[in-house]
């Protein structure tokens, strides 16, 4: 069954401007244009879009994902090279969980030694560098 631009951006979820993006960047092939010159998509150009849109949804960037789908051409022989980056990716969301929870750290530890009264900025003086003291804040 084929699909104007506007069905298969309603089905997906995406905005039309998004389809004709991941066209122009080569993650879904060229769509044929009917005679009043407007995209058709396929099942299977749709089926493309929401394998794009889960790999999105699990971290993946786009070019990745470009990469994801030349491998999925012949996923038996690719099964190794997926899952190392499948790896590398997990591994990197960890290391940004670990960034995170140090800056949620530092940010909470700065809270604990103002109660925003004081004449000075336990906060501000932190984020410059300088050594915050509590009783500034009292």
Do not use: W
């Not at 670990?98 to 940010?107: N, S």
């Amino acid at each position: 069954m084929e699909r104007s631009i506007g069905q298969a951006s309603t089905a997906l979820g995406l905005s039309q401007d998004t389809l004709r993006y991941y066209e122009k960047i080569g993650l879904v092939p060229k769509t044929p244009k009917d005679q009043a010159g407007r995209r058709s998509y396929s099942d299977g150009d749709l089926a493309r879009l929401r394998f794009v849109q889960r790999a999105q949804g699990v971290g993946f960037s786009l070019g990745e994902i470009a990469q994801l789908l030349k491998l999925r051409t012949n996923p038996t022989k690719s099964s190794r090279a997926v899952r190392a980056m499948a790896q590398q990716k997990c591994q990197a969301m960890l290391e940004q969980m670990e960034a995170l929870k140090r800056m949620q750290d530092e940010l909470s530890a700065l809270l604990e030694l103002c109660d925003g009264k004081g004449e000075h900025c336990p906060i501000l003086e932190g984020l410059d560098g300088a050594a915050a003291k509590p009783s500034c804040c009292q």
